[in-house]
C-alpha cells in the first residue's frame, strides 16, 4: 500500500494486514522488533528456539506473504492483555533476549 493511499484511508491498511497488526502492536508494547516477537511467541508456544529452517520459513510465510501462525497471534494477544490490565513490564530481560548483541 502507498504512503499516499494510507494517508487518505488509514484502516484500510489495518485490514489488509489483518492479524499482522496485532503482532506489530506486541512488538510495540514490548519494544522488541517483529521477528524478536515471532521469537519469542515459538518459545513461548513450543517450549524451544526457533530453528535457523523455521526462522527461514517464518520470514516467508509472515514478511512476504502476510500469513500469521496461530501461535505468534495468541502470544501477541496475551501480550496485549498483559498491557491492557497494566501487568507489561517491556524492560522483562527474558523478552530483550534476542536485542542486537545479546544473544545469550
Same mark, same amino acid.
Given at each position: 500500500?502507498?504512503?499516499?493511499?494510507?494517508?487518505?484511508?488509514?484502516?484500510?491498511?489495518?485490514?489488509?494486514?489483518?492479524?499482522?497488526?496485532?503482532?506489530?502492536?506486541?512488538?510495540?508494547?514490548?519494544?522488541?522488533?517483529?521477528?524478536?516477537?515471532?521469537?519469542?511467541?515459538?518459545?513461548?508456544?513450543?517450549?524451544?528456539?526457533?530453528?535457523?529452517?523455521?526462522?527461514?520459513?517464518?520470514?516467508?510465510?509472515?514478511?512476504?506473504?502476510?500469513?500469521?501462525?496461530?501461535?505468534?497471534?495468541?502470544?501477541?494477544?496475551?501480550?496485549?492483555?498483559?498491557?491492557?490490565?497494566?501487568?507489561?513490564? /517491556?524492560?522483562?530481560?527474558? /523478552?530483550?533476549?534476542? /536485542?542486537?548483541? /545479546?544473544?545469550?
Amino acid at each position: 500500500m502507498n504512503f499516499f493511499k494510507v494517508l487518505m484511508n488509514p484502516d484500510q491498511e489495518e485490514k489488509e494486514l489483518g492479524e499482522q497488526v496485532i503482532v506489530a502492536k506486541a512488538a510495540n508494547l514490548l519494544q522488541v522488533g517483529e521477528f524478536q516477537l515471532l521469537q519469542l511467541a515459538y518459545v513461548d508456544w513450543h517450549g524451544e528456539e526457533l530453528g535457523e529452517e523455521m526462522a527461514s520459513v517464518l520470514i516467508k510465510s509472515y514478511m512476504i506473504e502476510h500469513q500469521v501462525p496461530p501461535w505468534a497471534r495468541h502470544y501477541a494477544r496475551k501480550i496485549m492483555a498483559l498491557s491492557e490490565s497494566g501487568q507489561l513490564d /517491556d524492560s522483562e530481560p527474558s /523478552d530483550h533476549r534476542y /536485542d542486537r548483541g /545479546d544473544l545469550s
